[in-house]
């Protein structure tokens, strides 16, 4: 009889008649959770590590990353800063964080020289990258671990309305020699030979000369970096037929992030800390 009474109970229970017992069925054990599993993200091929000095993997090119540039108008100057303040502990700082309504926005991105009209005038060379903010012309350029190589300039279209530019240096200009900090400089020469410069025929000797001169504090509208490199290049231009020139561009470079900042002079410039720039650039995201 006691057995027959707890199948009546279960059975009133399966038919969902309630009785002051309690009828519900055993809870059934469940699985503990698994411990969250984080994505694993891909590491750094470069990480700044301040220690004063540009190795060649802190300046490496990394192709078909896209960066963006807040850049000066076109054919307008632009005041600039190269001195910066300096605090009672010989700190440097370029605070360059001024928003300027009328800059525009210039994407850069580092692409393989494979595949372009020119590629065939220097078979050494790696990637390119655009010279101006139009974009018309592109430098290029290789990389190892002496120097950042800039083997010369071409138009970004074969025919373009202005003229095809077509010049390789008879070597390669080493533009940055690796490893460079402060009180680091070095010239080179190229030579261009049966070049083309917007249509007509062109030679000319090119000297830069470059010179790492100091390590500060660089303040841009979107961006701290705590601390970059100025560093001076100047170049002379002299055609074999036409007036020798010099500009100067001073360059901010940070580690592994490349050039942050630059101020281009406007042509002649006499004074090394000039005030006005032809061109001012600057990492950003947006005018």
């Known amino acids: ?18 009785f002051a017992c309690s009828c519900s069925e055993p809870p059934i054990a469940q699985p503990a959770p698994a411990a969250y599993e984080a994505e694993a993200g891909a590491p750094l091929t470069c990480v700044p590590n301040l220690d004063g000095m540009i190795t060649s993997n802190e300046l490496a090119p990394s192709l078909g990353i896209p960066e963006s540039f807040l850049v000066s108008p076109l054919g307008q100057t632009r005041a600039v800063d190269l001195d910066g303040t300096m605090n009672a502990s010989g700190q440097i700082t370029w605070d360059w964080s001024t928003s300027y309504a009328d800059d525009g926005a210039d994407q850069v991105e580092a692409e393989p020289i494979a595949g372009r009209w020119y590629a065939a005038s220097f078979p050494n060379a790696q990637f390119v990258l655009p010279y101006d903010a139009a974009h018309t012309l592109e430098a290029i350029y290789s990389h190892d671990d002496q120097a950042l190589w800039l083997y010369g300039l071409a138009s ?4 373009p309305a202005e003229g095809q530019t077509l010049y390789a240096y008879a070597a390669p200009v080493a533009l940055y020699k690796f490893p460079f900090g402060p009180g680091s400089t070095s ?11 917007l249509g007509l025929p062109y030679a000319a000797t090119d000297t830069y000369v470059t010179t790492d001169d100091a390590i500060g504090t660089m303040i841009l509208p979107d961006f701290t970096f705590t601390q970059v490199h100025r560093v001076r290049t100047n170049l002379t231009n002299a055609p074999v037929v036409g007036a020798t020139s010099t500009t100067r561009q001073v360059s901010f470079i940070f580690e592994c992030f490349g050039e942050v900042a630059r101020a281009t002079s406007q042509t002649n410039e006499p004074n090394v800390d000039f005030t006005t720039a032809a061109e001012q650039r600057r990492l950003g995201a947006t005018p």
Request: aromatic letters at 0%; charged letters at 5%; one cysteine or more.
């Open 1 to 18: 009889m006691r057995n027959l009474a707890l199948l009546s109970v279960s059975r009133a229970c399966a038919l969902g008649v309630v």
């Open 156 to 159: 970004a279209t074969q025919s």
């Open 187 to 197: 010239t080179s020469v190229g030579q261009v030979m049966n070049g083309t410069l």
